[in-house]
Structure formats: C-alpha cells, structure tokens
C-alpha cells in the first residue's frame, strides 16, 4: 500500500515537472491520489496520509514558482527534473523557500515509506 502511495505522489512530482500536465490534469491525478487513499485508508496512517497531500500541495506550489520565474537557469533543471542550483535559488527566494519545502516534505514521507515498505508492514 505504501508503494503505491509513494508512486502516486511522485507520479504526480514528475507530471508537474515535465510539463505533462495542465491545471485538469493536476486535479485528475491528485483526485486519482486521494481516491486511493480511500480505498486504502485501512492501511495507511492518517497523518502519512496528511503528509502525501501536505507534499502534493507543495509540489504543486513549487511548480507555479518555478514556472513563473523568468530565469531559464531554475526552469531548464527543473524540468529535467533535477535539483535547482544554489546559485540560482539564492537570487529567487520565493524558489528556494518552495523547493526547501518540497525536498523537506519528500524526505520525511520518503522516510515513512521506507520504514512501512522495508519492514513489510501494509507493504
């Protein structure tokens, strides 16, 4: 079940982060996201539940920052779906402030994942 979560939740990331999709398509795969943990919800802890939309919303935070900066220098990387440079974040805030957030909200549902996946439990 954590899997899967984790798959949805960086379905969603990646989608945002190459340009496949638009604002319809966003809230097909977070409505996909959420209908999942429905289905689920007997396996998947309320709060890691709360933390995969936490993260989602962030992503897509990141994604309306990045695309709104007129800096080809964070968009480039981005959609190569690489980390932003330091140089880079450092002249647009607002960026960096973002990205922060979603690299923090990834690893700590990263982390939950792995521990439920790697110990067997709801795997």
């Known amino acids: ?51 995969a939309n936490l993260y989602v919303a962030a992503v897509k935070r990141f994604d309306e920052v990045v695309r709104a900066a007129a800096s080809e220098d964070a968009k480039v990387p981005y959609g ?15 960026l960096g402030e973002a990205q922060d957030r979603v690299s923090r909200l990834r690893n700590e549902l990263l982390t939950k994942v792995r521990s439920i996946v790697g110990g067997g439990a709801a795997a």
């Open 1 to 51: 079940i954590y899997k899967g979560l984790w798959d949805r939740v960086e379905e969603v990331n990646a989608s945002l982060r190459r340009n496949r999709v638009d604002d319809v398509g966003f809230c097909e795969l977070v409505a996909d996201l959420n209908e999942f943990m429905i289905r689920n919800g007997a396996h998947l802890d309320d709060s890691d539940q709360h933390l």
């Open 80 to 94: 190569q779906t690489m980390s932003i440079p330091p140089e880079v974040v450092t002249r647009l805030q607002a």
